[in-house]
């Protein structure tokens, strides 16, 4: 069979949310012989995955029934991503795990990143600093630098292992009183500005990653949250929820809230 093109985008990685429930009326039909190959070959299927390059698999087990475990999967190849969801779909034999929702969506730059030029004049006007002053070249220095990392950690992100993992899909208010893509681009750079200084004060207690589904996905963006609390995820959704950009422009979709786990840790949460 013909090897198939990876079909790698132009920047960033594919991304596949995967939830599923466990239909355990079909697990108690297979006999203890068959239950060990499933998990098994999902064993081998993961640490398989997880080898390949510029990938990851991340595995959650949820705390509530609209879920029972689920995978989040970043890779840079389309056809690598597609292989490994109708692998993952099957893994514990036909009809063990039921589709609960998947979201697919890529990791991108924001447009409302500040530029370098933004960035000077701020110095300039802000803080008085003269424009061919040395300490102007290495503020712009730092700048590049930190800039670089965070360019990085939104297209190719090093996924956190923290305990605590919750994802929600949302698009931005298109009505005619609130039509978010109506607005001028520098309203919509002020904005979201407001909306990032809430996000860095839980620097530290919340990582996430925002990934972009316009024209792939039912929503618009993907928020994967990480924590070590519970009550830190809810804080942040509840402080932003006051943002004008959330309070005005916001849909959400439901919430799903998981505790990353290894695999054989999942494996006895879900009662397998």
């Given at each position: 069979m013909m090897e198939q093109s990876p079909l790698r985008a132009k920047e960033g990685w594919h991304v596949l949310h995967l939830f599923y429930r466990v239909d355990h009326g079909t697990w108690q039909l297979l006999n203890n012989e068959e239950r060990l190959a499933a998990k098994t070959n999902l064993a081998t299927l993961v640490q398989e995955t997880r080898a390949l390059p510029s990938t990851q698999l991340l595995l959650f087990s949820f705390i509530s029934p609209k879920a029972?475990?689920?995978f989040m999967l970043l890779t840079d190849s389309l056809q690598q991503a597609n292989t490994i969801e109708k692998k993952l779909t099957l893994s514990l034999?036909?009809?063990v795990l039921t589709p609960a929702f998947s979201f697919y969506s890529m990791t991108e730059r924001s447009e409302y990143t500040t530029s370098e030029e933004e960035y000077r004049n701020d110095l300039i006007q802000t803080k008085g600093m003269p424009e061919n002053a040395p300490e102007m070249e290495a503020a712009l220095v730092d700048f590049r630098s930190r800039m670089a990392k965070y360019l990085q950690d939104?297209?190719?992100?090093?996924?956190a292992d923290w305990p605590v993992f919750c994802f929600y899909p949302m698009s931005k208010r298109r009505n005619d009183q609130n039509n978010w893509y109506a607005l001028p681009f520098a309203d919509r750079k002020t904005l979201m500005s407001g909306h990032a200084r809430?996000?860095?004060q839980y620097s530290g207690r919340v990582r996430q990653l925002i990934t972009g589904a316009t024209g792939l996905d039912d929503w618009e963006w993907g928020v994967s949250l990480f924590a070590h609390d519970a009550f830190d995820i809810k804080s942040i959704v509840y402080e932003m929820r006051?943002?004008?950009v959330?309070?005005?422009f916001a849909e959400f979709g439901e919430f799903y809230l998981g505790v990353q786990l290894p695999l054989d840790q999942l494996?006895?949460?879900?009662?397998l």
């Open positions: 029972d475990l689920g034999g036909p009809d939104r297209l190719y992100p090093n996924m809430v996000g860095r006051f943002d004008e959330s309070a005005r494996l006895q949460r879900v009662q």
